[in-house]
């Protein structure tokens, strides 16, 4: 099997719950919800958990949290079923799951802040940094035509290590793991990028 067709933990994943995720996805188009209003409310229900955890409320911040993340795989289900896969959708649910990560670690950021702990914040802030650059750098390898699937630290492997960390009511945890497993990933990916980019020149070369 080829780089290019490896599966990744998120699609083992999607592959695992799909006896969840169709039904489910069904039942809320014959509720009459369309794919990116559940990508909205998805996004809603983790700005509210953020929210939570702002206020130092990381049980009921955890719980949100991983109610909600369910919720981008249920929107690319709901429109696989119902054939509104689009590419404006595609945009839709990947600005949205940015902006789902970024705002939880901005409520982790404001937590650390009213604590005073300045060590906190910037290592929170090295956790959205990394976090950040992992999405980018896939995006950024697919434009060019890189396979950018692989890494440790992906996006359902973030939230494994977030929402346990959180109902713990130690999000510490997460914060360390993820400022250097996230930037870590990061670091996985542009090697991954650059071998592929010296491949594809060796190709070119005439022998």
Same mark, same amino acid.
């Given at each position: 099997?080829?780089?290019?067709? %490896?599966?990744?933990?998120?699609?083992?994943? %999607?592959?695992?719950? %799909?006896?969840?995720?169709?039904?489910?996805?069904?039942?809320?188009?014959?509720?009459?919800?369309?794919?990116?209003?559940?990508?909205?409310?998805?996004?809603?229900?983790?700005?509210?958990?953020?929210?939570?955890?702002? +206020?130092?409320?990381?049980?009921?911040?955890?719980?949100?949290?991983?109610?909600?993340?369910?919720?981008?795989?249920?929107?690319?289900?709901?429109? &696989?079923?119902?054939?509104?896969?689009?590419?404006?959708?595609?945009?839709?649910? /990947?600005?949205?799951?940015?902006?789902?990560?970024?705002?939880?670690? /901005?409520?982790?950021?404001?937590?650390?802040?009213?604590?005073?702990?300045?060590?906190?914040?910037?290592?929170?802030?090295? /956790?959205?940094?990394?976090?950040?650059?992992?999405?980018?750098?896939?995006?950024?390898?697919?434009?060019?035509?890189?396979?950018?699937?692989?890494?440790?630290?992906? &996006?359902?492997?973030?939230?494994?290590?977030?929402?346990?960390?959180?109902?713990? +009511?130690?999000?510490?945890?997460?914060?360390?793991?993820?400022?250097?497993?996230?930037?870590?990933?990061?670091?996985?990916?542009?090697?991954?990028? %650059?071998? +592929?980019?010296?491949?594809?020149? &060796?190709? +070119?070369?005439?022998?």
């Amino acid at each position: 099997m080829t780089d290019s067709h %490896r599966l990744t933990f998120t699609d083992r994943m %999607r592959i695992w719950f %799909r006896w969840f995720l169709e039904p489910t996805a069904r039942f809320l188009l014959k509720l009459g919800l369309r794919p990116n209003m559940v990508t909205v409310l998805g996004f809603l229900g983790t700005s509210l958990g953020a929210w939570f955890v702002a +206020q130092g409320r990381f049980v009921a911040g955890g719980l949100l949290i991983g109610i909600t993340v369910p919720f981008d795989a249920l929107d690319g289900t709901m429109a &696989r079923l119902s054939g509104e896969a689009s590419d404006w959708g595609a945009v839709v649910d /990947a600005v949205t799951d940015r902006y789902s990560e970024l705002i939880t670690w /901005a409520g982790v950021l404001y937590y650390y802040l009213t604590q005073g702990d300045a060590l906190m914040v910037m290592m929170t802030y090295a /956790a959205a940094a990394g976090t950040v650059l992992v999405s980018y750098l896939r995006a950024r390898g697919e434009v060019q035509g890189f396979d950018v699937k692989a890494g440790l630290m992906t &996006r359902v492997e973030r939230y494994l290590v977030v929402m346990p960390s959180l109902l713990l +009511q130690r999000p510490e945890i997460a914060v360390w793991s993820l400022a250097v497993l996230a930037n870590f990933t990061a670091l996985q990916r542009f090697w991954y990028i %650059r071998q +592929q980019a010296w491949a594809r020149v &060796r190709a +070119q070369v005439p022998k």
